[in-house]
């Protein structure tokens, strides 16, 4: 079984920038669609973002869109997520999760079969 380890939040300042890694245990990884999602406490995990096995394909959700970003090094087994211009709004619990359903699936957290236990990212004004 796959297991997904998150590092790189932090608290930063707005304007400021960010990369989450997410590092896999198995090389099985570089099959899955990979993706991203934040939580904020008591509200709804939501979509951030998320890639195809081969990172020629990418989604990111709309609040995001401009300013971040998904890639993957299956090499390193490793997925990334660059956040850019983050906002106060940004702030939450990040999770990286891995998916056997196509990209086309991705942005739906039901479709995800692994997750990490999340890393916290903290905006400031």
């Known amino acids: 079984q796959v297991q997904l380890v998150e590092s790189g939040g932090g608290l930063v300042q707005a304007g400021g920038s960010l990369r989450l890694s997410c590092a896999a245990s198995e090389r099985s990884f570089s099959s899955y669609t990979m993706g991203w999602f934040r939580q904020v406490p008591g509200k709804e995990r939501e979509f951030v973002a998320t890639i195809d096995e081969s990172g020629a394909r990418t989604y990111v959700a709309d609040a995001v869109n401009g300013r971040f970003t998904i890639s993957r090094d299956n090499a390193k087994v490793t997925v990334y997520l660059q956040m850019n211009s983050l906002k106060p709004e940004d702030t939450a619990l990040y999770y990286c999760?891995?998916?056997?359903?196509?990209?086309?699936?991705?942005?739906?957290?039901?479709?995800?079969?692994?997750w990490g236990q999340g890393t916290q990212v903290t905006v400031s004004s």
């Open positions: 999760a891995g998916s056997r359903l196509p990209v086309y699936f991705g942005q739906t957290q039901g479709n995800y079969n692994y």
